[in-house]
């Protein structure tokens, strides 16, 4: 039966999805990388753009600085990798979202965010 909850969260998620799939349509008008480096180039652009992430929070051990705008604008880098890496894969930046999203809630609901492996 569905709840109120359900259908909250349906509203939410449905909102979300139309801005999720417009970001990923405005970021691919910005890519300009070779057809044939497809998945490649923007699976390693996002490796790299996680680092840029690490590197920043890392300096907040060392200086004491925490940039918290520098920061963002690396996360925002890798959103751009994520939206360009599911076009490559011809997958819905928000299906990707709400699927990841159903996981947790499951695995939630049986008690079993905690431990590690994608089979819990």
Partial sequence: MITKEDL???????????????YQELAAATAIYKHEHKVIYPALGLAAEAGEVANKVKKILRDGNFDRDAIA???????????????????DLSEVAN??????????????????????
């Fill in 8 to 22: 909250d969260v349906f509203r939410r998620f449905s909102d979300a999805d139309y801005l999720l799939n417009e």
């Fill in 99 to 120: 699927k990841n999203l159903r996981k947790l809630r499951d695995r939630q609901k049986r008690g079993a965010l905690k431990g590690s492996g994608d089979k819990r």
């Fill in 73 to 91: 604008d690396e996360i925002g880098d890798c959103m751009w990798y994520i939206a360009a890496l599911c076009r490559d894969l011809s997958v």
